[in-house]
């Protein structure tokens, strides 16, 4: 995405780290290791954004390696 949805504007910051309070660190998904095999151990998969800098929206929320099996709630 290069533009902007919602002003159209090309003004982007890409690939932001999502933080949240420094209790947690960093936003992330939690998943096993690999595309296919199970871990004992849950391993965290960053969340990041694009922010556009003109009028504050987040134009996409994405994953880097989304070749995961993620864990989902109940």
Do not use: W
């Amino acid at each position: 995405m290069d533009k902007c949805i919602y002003c159209q504007s090309s003004n982007l910051d890409k690939g932001l780290k999502m933080r949240g309070s420094k209790d947690i660190g960093h936003l992330h998904f939690e998943c096993t290791e690999g595309s296919g095999g199970l871990s004992m151990f849950a391993k965290p998969e960053e969340v990041l954004a694009d922010l556009c800098k003109d009028c504050g929206s987040i134009t996409r929320m994405y994953v880097k390696n989304a070749n995961h099996t993620f864990l989902k709630d109940k």
